[in-house]
């Protein structure tokens, strides 16, 4: 078996009849590929849907558990998977015609980490999107995780790409369950400690815009979650780097770099929403105090602009007045 497909499934029965459409091939041996289905205790009839799926299809395996998140169920599909590679796709998005084929062939001329291709962001069920994430990189050319990331490239989802198993189970890499963006985190930490990536210039995913999804809530509950996610990125990205420093100490001043921008932009985020109220900004600052990601680094690099307001906000006292003034401001 050659590519395992793993898609968690929650409450969207009107979504996921078109993403397993997009995986069956009815050109490709069953024998090269599987579908496992993870349902995280859906409530609607998303399990039946993709049960109807399984009598019919030889290749899909339907796994249920209790509800515990995307993270935990694309962590049970690593365990169920038997390919050589892992592809993690959303239930409620869709993957290029033909793809699988065309990925199957890639596999099959050579053995890297991670073959990582283009992402279409905002699309519709016509294939219509708004706009495509791709990279700077050269197309049959083998990169390592180093020369991707100081190329100014990171992946912040785990779903454009696909990963060979053994590498992901070496390195013990799994989706943080605790995460609020867990794919952030996870590619984060797998780039680094890639030795082969080769890059496909062509879009093998369609990124659906759902309403109602945690990336489109824009309530205010949901703006705080994301904030205190980048604190838990952050703090996972430093320790992660020390925890790499003796074999990769490049490692560990990259994720420095990265876990100090973050916690930046989350400062930055938490200063210009002026409906965050006062108090939970303070206990976001407190957070990042606590577990040492705050003061941040000094940062030579950027604008002048840049450079001055990281210099104001590593001062808690000017950040702190700084956000009083702006909500009095209103």
Not at 297 to 316: A, P, Q, T, V
């Amino acid at each position: 078996m050659f590519l395992s497909i793993i898609v968690p499934i929650y409450n969207i029965a009107g979504y996921i009849n078109n993403c397993i459409k997009s995986l069956l091939n009815p050109d490709i041996n069953n024998n090269f590929y599987e579908i496992i289905i993870i349902d995280d205790g859906s409530i609607d009839n998303s399990l039946e849907i993709v049960k109807d799926f399984a009598n019919k299809y030889q290749m899909i395996k339907v796994v249920s558990q209790k509800n515990q998140g995307a993270a935990a169920a694309r962590n049970r599909g690593i365990n169920e998977a038997q390919g050589d590679y892992l592809w993690f796709v959303d239930g409620d998005d869709y993957i290029e015609t033909n793809f699988i084929k065309f990925l199957l062939k890639e596999i099959k001329e050579m053995q890297a980490d991670i073959f990582l291709f283009q992402m279409a962001l905002g699309a519709d069920l016509e294939k219509q999107f708004d706009k495509t994430v791709s990279y700077n990189l050269e197309p049959g050319r083998i990169y390592t995780g180093e020369q991707v990331l100081k190329n100014g490239i990171f992946p912040s989802s785990a779903c454009n790409a696909i990963y060979r198993r053994d590498f992901l189970k070496q390195n013990n890499f799994i989706f943080n369950k605790e995460s609020y963006r867990e794919d952030v985190e996870f590619t984060g930490k797998v780039f680094c400690l890639a030795n082969s990536i080769k890059y496909i210039p062509l879009i093998g995913y369609y990124y659906f815009t759902r309403p109602g999804s945690k990336t489109q809530n824009i309530s205010l509950n949901n703006r705080i979650h994301l904030l205190d996610a980048e604190i838990t990125i952050a703090n996972s990205f430093l320790r992660f780097g020390k925890s790499t420093k003796k074999q990769h100490p490049w490692i560990n001043r990259y994720m420095k770099e990265r876990a100090n921008m973050v916690l930046f932009n989350m400062m930055l985020s938490i200063y210009r929403d002026k409906e965050i109220p006062f108090e939970a900004a303070t206990a976001l600052l407190e957070k990042s105090k606590n577990l040492s990601l705050y003061p941040l680094d000094l940062y030579n690099s950027g604008s002048i602009k840049h450079r001055c307001m990281w210099f104001l906000f590593n001062l808690e006292i000017m950040y702190v007045f700084m956000l009083k003034m702006n909500r009095l401001r209103g």
